[in-house]
Nanobody, 118 residues
């Protein structure tokens, strides 16, 4: 059983930046793909970005390409989402998820709030 904890959310002005982190209770993410999702009030949860630890492969939603960067931290159980040029439409609760590359087990964090003001 993997526990995930997101952090780094907050309130920023449009055009600002934030860095979110996802930390796992497991020792390493080496056999996982880490995904970030977000959900705004009244909207469906949407995919934001993913990082596959073994290959360093990244995938981004069109809405965040060129502005968000997902990457590994020095710690093997930590993945970050660097967000720049933030827009009000980026406002949402951001969730991280860990999906096992082989067995498709998937775990979710509790989310962290990101609010971008105009």
């Amino acid at each position: 059983q993997v526990q995930l904890l997101e952090s780094g959310g907050g309130l920023v002005q449009a055009g600002g930046s934030l860095r979110l982190s996802c930390v796992a209770s497991e020792r390493t993410f080496s056999t996982y793909t880490i995904q970030w999702f977000r959900q705004a009030p009244g909207k469906e949860r949407e995919f934001v970005a993913s990082f596959t630890w073994k290959s360093s492969n990244t995938v981004y939603a069109d809405s965040v390409k060129g502005r968000f960067t997902i990457s590994r931290d020095n710690a093997e159980n930590t993945v970050s989402l660097q967000m720049i040029s933030l827009k009000p439409e980026d406002t949402a609760v951001y969730y991280c998820a860990a999906k096992h590359d082989i067995f498709s087990y998937k775990y979710w964090g509790q989310g962290t709030q990101v609010t971008v003001s105009s």
